[in-house]
């Protein structure tokens, strides 16, 4: 298994740029989640989704954009990037089964820079 | 007040220190907690898992939760230069809350040979 798939590794964008960070997983998990963190911060909730067709906003939605047309699939779109989305964003996933739908599953990341 | 807070450090300790990392929190709803540890430029991975309060023990790891106090420890014996990392603590309320983790800013950790 490769587990939580994360691409690109590394982005500079120019402000009102926009872009799909793509994510993806291959242990058939039904729930999906995005991150930001920033530097001394720990991780933010963007949006996360609980199955195909099905997603929800987290702490902090604004400039963000998801969609899960598949299990395996869970993209990020950008519209028109500014500096305040600089940061290093985290996929992740999990089961969703009872007990252990909180042991989370995290990606290697992406590191936008917005200029 | 943050649901989660944890001192972000750096903490910097010796090799074959014990080192003690902690987190309060403040919704009594938590039920689960875990520990992540972050290598630089790498997604989080999870190092320890526990329910309710109580010790759990995995190799040179222990973590505690209390939840009276409505806090967490996670202790490392014997602490190498590879621990070197930073650790987020998390926990979650469990049941329908769909696997929402909230997250600790995380503590940095440098050990020194």
């Known amino acids: 298994n490769a587990g939580v798939t994360q691409t690109p590794k590394f982005r500079i964008l120019k402000i009102g740029q926009s872009m799909t960070l793509q994510c993806a997983q291959d242990m058939n998990h039904n729930y999906m989640y995005w991150y930001r963190q920033d530097p001394g911060m720990g991780l933010k909730l963007i949006y996360y989704s609980v199955g195909a067709g099905i997603t929800d906003k987290g702490e902090v939605p604004n400039g963000y954009n998801v969609s899960r047309s598949t299990t395996e699939d869970f993209p990020l779109r950008l519209e028109l990037a500014a500096p305040s989305q600089t940061s290093v964003y985290f996929c992740?996933?999990?089961?969703?089964?009872?007990?252990?739908?909180?042991?989370?599953?995290f990606g290697p990341g992406t590191r936008l820079t917005v200029l | 007040q943050k649901e989660v807070e944890q001192d972000p450090g750096p903490l910097s300790v010796p090799e074959g220190a014990i080192v003690s990392l902690n987190c309060t929190y403040s919704?009594?709803?938590?039920?689960?907690f875990m520990w992540y540890r972050q290598y630089s430029r790498k997604g989080p991975e999870l190092l320890m898992y526990t329910y309710s309060s109580g010790n759990k023990e995995d190799g040179r790891f222990t973590a505690q939760v209390d939840k009276s106090s409505k806090y967490i420890s996670l202790f490392i014996r014997d602490s190498q230069p590879s621990d070197s990392a930073t650790y987020l603590c998390?926990?979650?309320?469990?049941?329908?809350?769909?696997?929402?983790?909230?997250f600790g800013r995380g503590t940095q950790l440098t050990v020194w040979p």
């Open positions: 998390a926990m979650s309320p469990g049941g329908s809350t769909l696997g929402r983790l909230y």
């Open positions: 919704n009594s709803a938590f039920q689960y």
């Open positions: 992740a996933s999990t089961t969703g089964h009872r007990y252990r739908d909180n042991e989370q599953f």
